[in-house]
């Protein structure tokens, strides 16, 4: 089938309505189904649907896409596009079972299309927000209602996933609460990191133009505007990343004139960290804290206590801190970019430590997702898997050509090469990573076990040169992104689909 007859099956399997000329050629192509697929919308999506928990409770919000100057403090200005004039947008948060309503109405300029992936939620197939795969892109001017049950408590966060896009002010939490909440604290702080250029050195299209053109033609080039050379970092085994920001931010803030939570000395806090960034890794710490990490993307993990965390873009961590007296700075330390976000917990009097500040903690004991283990409540029972897919992360930034087992995703044409499991199966993925440089591997729908008893995540920091091998049951039928949640990776190709047979 060639690639146009792919697409337009899927999308009229979904029941698209225009999709236009694609979707009209396709007719009576017998959708997905064709081609021995799940359909996203099909009775297999549905009856899983049907089996989540509900509270028969519905949280109803608007998000509106649009263009919005943004203060990120200090007086700079950032012209973007944001939820509801904000960044991050509002966080949602809902109890578990909550049905989420979420009308998107697509208000961005210059025609652009857009729609919101639910990041790290199992939901149902047709609501997770992947243009052509799961639903046609929200036009311009239009309106498009996500609605689907969260059904695991969590620390989740939604974005757009068309372009780079993630890449602008387009992100916000996703709080989903346990009624049964068994862990005990006094209050919680959700913290947003992320690296910004967007209206202030240049658009996320712009910095994409430029790297894709590769190392080598921008090295001859002296107009390189945004390629970032010899970001090195041990902890992230070489190359840290590709992107010149010239601001990292913590809850939207720079750190001349920071987010502050203010709390009392001796209570428990919750942290809610959540790396919305685009390229960075951050190294985070609170000063003159030790942090107890519970969760790491949203499920429970046995409690660890560490000096500082290295997050990668779309990983969640959940620690929980006790405060002391005094004003202390939480630092985001951008990995091997030696830059740093910084936002502020306040209990006692004090004055803010300089905007540079960086506390030693973040050379103490480090951790990340790797050194941790399952709580034993969600660890995956045994069984004996039934497939395995070697996922080999390929290409480089000399041609700037990343992929995975060397063939660059074609959005236009997204089973051209699916990654098949079935209903009911246990699949291991096997990230070969061929490349140079680290890759934060998020898969859509589902929460991978790292290895034999690891944490459950669905990003995973997969280092140059490495394999890291993860467990998941295939229970959620759909069609399925798996992708480097790096944004120019990702838009340069490094994607696959997962793809559930019939
Ligand atoms: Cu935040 Cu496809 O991901
Ligand atoms: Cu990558």
């Given at each position: 089938m060639n690639s146009i007859n792919r697409r337009s099956a899927l999308l009229a399997g979904l029941g698209i309505a225009g999709a236009g000329a694609l979707a009209a050629c396709a007719t009576g192509s017998g959708g997905p189904v064709s081609l021995g697929l799940v359909?996203?919308?099909?009775?297999?999506?549905?009856a899983v649907e049907n089996k989540r928990k509900g509270t028969g409770r519905t949280r109803q919000v608007t998000l509106t896409a649009a263009r919005a100057v943004l203060d990120l403090g200090a007086g700079i200005k950032a012209d973007s596009w944001a939820f509801n004039g904000r960044t991050p947008g509002k966080e949602l948060r809902l109890s578990v079972g909550d049905t989420l309503a979420a009308e998107?109405?697509?208000?961005?300029?210059?025609?652009?299309?857009?729609?919101?992936?639910?990041?790290?939620?199992?939901?149902?197939g047709d609501m997770d927000g992947v243009p052509a795969v799961t639903q046609a892109a929200v036009r311009a001017g239009r309106n498009f209602t996500y609605r689907f049950i969260t059904d695991t408590p969590g620390t989740y966060f939604f974005h757009p996933h068309v372009g780079v896009q993630l890449d602008r002010g387009l992100y916000a939490p996703l709080i989903v609460e346990d009624p049964k909440e068994p862990l005990s604290y006094d209050d919680e702080w959700v913290v947003v990191l992320d690296d910004w250029v967007d209206g202030v050195t240049g658009t996320p299209d712009e910095v994409f133009a430029e790297v894709k053109q590769g190392m080598n033609m921008n090295m001859g080039d002296m107009s390189m505007r945004f390629m970032l050379m010899g970001a090195r970092s041990t902890l992230l085994g070489g190359d840290a990343g590709d992107v010149k920001y010239p601001y990292h931010l913590i809850n939207g803030r720079v750190p001349a004139d920071p987010d502050a939570y203010t709390g009392k000395p001796g209570r428990r806090v919750r942290l809610r960290v959540i790396n919305a960034g685009s390229d960075t890794a951050y190294r985070v710490a609170l000063s003159g804290h030790k942090m107890t990490v519970?969760?790491?993307?949203?499920?429970?993990i046995r409690h660890q206590e560490v000096d500082a965390l290295l997050v990668g873009m779309g990983e969640r961590y959940d620690v929980l801190v006790t405060l002391g007296d005094g004003v202390f700075p939480l630092v985001a330390l951008a990995e091997g970019?030696?830059?740093?976000?910084?936002?502020l917990v306040r209990t006692g009097s004090g004055a803010a430590p300089a905007p540079t500040v960086r506390p030693r903690e973040l050379d103490?004991?480090?951790?990340?997702?790797?050194q941790l283990k399952a709580a034993d409540d969600v660890r995956l029972p045994s069984r004996k898997t039934d497939q395995v897919h070697r996922i080999e992360l390929t290409g480089g930034m000399t041609k700037y050509d990343w992929a995975i087992n060397g063939k660059r995703f074609d959005m236009n044409d997204p089973t051209a090469t699916p990654i098949l499991v079935e209903q009911g199966q246990r699949v291991r993925l096997d990230f070969v990573n061929t490349t140079t440089m680290w890759h934060p591997m998020h898969l859509h729908g589902h929460t991978y076990q790292l290895g034999s008893g690891g944490a459950r995540k669905d990003t995973t920091i997969v280092p140059p040169k490495k394999t890291v091998s993860v467990f998941f049951d295939a229970d959620n039928p759909g069609q399925w992104m798996l992708h480097c949640h790096n944004a120019y990776h990702g838009e340069a190709g490094m994607i696959g689909l997962v793809a559930y047979r019939a």
């Open positions: 359909s996203p919308s099909g009775s297999a999506v549905a998107l109405s697509n208000q961005l300029p210059d025609r652009t299309t857009t729609s919101i992936h639910w990041h790290g939620i199992a939901l149902r519970t969760h790491t993307d949203g499920f429970p970019k030696d830059m740093t976000g910084m936002a103490g004991m480090i951790m990340s997702a790797s």
